[in-house]
Each structure stands twice: as C-alpha cells, then as structure tokens.
C-alpha cells in the first residue's frame, strides 16, 4: 500500500499510512463532533438562563405595579416611612404606542422620581438606559410647548437604581456606575452625567433586612435558581414548585395567588 502524504505547514512534508490517515480523520471527526456538542449544551444552558431571567423580570415588574409594594421599597432605600400610597405617581413605561422604552418601575413622590431596574446579568450600560427611560418620562410630565416658555420649570429629581440578583460577578454590595464611565473619552468635568446606583440583593444584602417585598422576591428567585441549577428541572417547572413553596411558607401569598396563571404562562 502506497503511503498517504499530508501537509504539515510548521514541519514540511511528511509520511503516513492510510491507516494512520483513517485515524487522524476519525480524531478530528470526533473533536469537532465534542465542540459541536459543547456549543450546542452552552447555547442550551445560555437559553435556559434566558427563559429563567425573563421570570424573575416579569415578576419584579408584576410585583412592584403595586403601589403599596413600591412604597415599601421607597422607605427601604431611604429609611422613611410614607404610608399614603395616594401621594405616589406611577410612571412606569409600558411601550405604549408613542414610546420607545420599557422600564420595570418608576413613580414619583414628593417631587423626586425614582426609576427601577432589577437585572439578572451584569450590564454596565445601565447609565445609558436609564437616560433612555427618563427622556420618555419627561415627555410624558412635560410637553414640547411647555419648553419654551419665559420662566424657568421646576423638575423632578431623579434616582436612578438597579437591582442586580445574577450569578456572574459584577457588584459586591453596592456601587455607582455613571454615564461619564461610556464616553470614549476620559473627562475631568462631563458637561452631562447621569448616576445609577446598583445594589447586589444576592445573599444577605442589607436592604433585604428592610423591605419585606423584596426579601420574598428574593426568596422566589433563590428557589427558582436552586431547582435549575442543582435539581436540573426545566424553568416552567422551576417556577411552578417554587410558587407552590411560597405559598406552602405563606411568602407572597395574595400575589401568587392572584398571578400564579399569568406567570406560568409565559416561559
């Protein structure tokens, strides 16, 4: 049997049999079957991960349409104590037909605005976004024809606040990220800046101690989590026996009661 020849771009030429060809072929067949297959577990694990991150949003932004429930997260974050949930405005961008954004939380109260993400990845383009989703809240408290008038108007101030409950390493406990960190540019003076506040509410955070909506919230994603990641349950069934817990330990009772259905439904 004639000898095979390759080429081998860093040694020349050299010879093989057909037999050590077939086996060569059949290593590299086998390599690219395993990254194949890694790929297509990591795209799997990244979905699942997706379909678990659309859960918890959905259930912060449900969680806290509640007035009385964003009332209780306002006084956890200013050690206040506001108890007419009447004094406060929502302004939560729902993407209606004139807008561009949607954001989870937002409401005014005694003329500061408060805007809220929770984020279940690291994402450091929070600045950015949240200049997005107070430019449509503006809009809606302030016309165009109301910019041109002779005297000054008086605006609300904002705080801009991220609550981060992923897995990957990003926050500590707390930090603040600022729109000036983006620009392509260091500057020493930025003629616009825009700060958000990003609180890590994994673990024993603080503010969990103070805001009892919260602290359940957090109990509901930490059961979700481990039935994903350590029982290796789909999300949908995750999220179901997760409920059925909290409703068994009485955390989040009324709420799950009323929108057990509406979550299940959309995994």
């Known amino acids: 049997m004639n000898p095979t020849k390759i080429n081998w771009t860093t040694a020349g030429l050299f010879s093989l049999s057909a037999n050590d060809n077939i086996l060569i072929n059949n290593n590299i067949s086998m390599c690219v079957d395993i990254s194949l297959l890694n ?42 104590s506001y108890k007419n949930v009447d004094d406060l405005q929502v302004t939560t961008l729902n993407g209606g037909s004139y807008m561009k954004y949607k954001n989870d939380a937002s409401f005014l109260l005694s003329m500061n605005l408060y805007m809220f993400e929770q984020q279940s990845s690291k994402n ?21 024809s109301t910019l041109h008038r002779r005297s000054m108007l008086k605006i609300p101030v904002p705080h801009f606040i991220t609550f981060y409950n992923g897995k990957e390493k990003w926050i500590e406990k707390e930090e603040i990220i600022k729109l000036s960190d983006m620009f392509e540019e260091y500057t020493d003076n930025p003629e616009m800046e825009l700060k958000v506040r990003v609180i890590n509410i994994n673990g024993d955070a603080d503010i969990l ?36 817990e909290c409703v068994e330990e009485n955390i989040l009772v009324d709420f799950f009661e009323k929108h057990s259905l509406q979550i299940k439904s959309q995994g």
Do not use: G, W
């Not at 297509?40 to 932004?61: L, T």
């Not at 989703?133 to 165009?144: A, K």
């Open 39 to 80: 790929k297509r577990r990591i795209s799997m694990a990244e979905k699942k991960d997706n379909v678990s991150a659309k859960f918890k949003d959905n259930v912060f932004c449900m969680l806290y349409a509640d007035k009385a429930n964003l009332l209780d997260l306002y006084n956890a974050l200013n050690n206040s």
């Open 124 to 144: 450091p383009n929070m600045p950015l976004r949240f200049l997005h989703y107070v430019s449509d809240v503006m809009r809606q408290i302030f016309s165009n």
């Open 209 to 244: 101690n103070k805001c009892k909506t919260l602290r359940d919230y957090m109990t509901f994603v930490e059961k979700t989590r481990y039935k994903t990641d350590v029982e290796d349950k789909d999300v949908k069934t995750a999220v179901t026996e997760a409920i059925d």
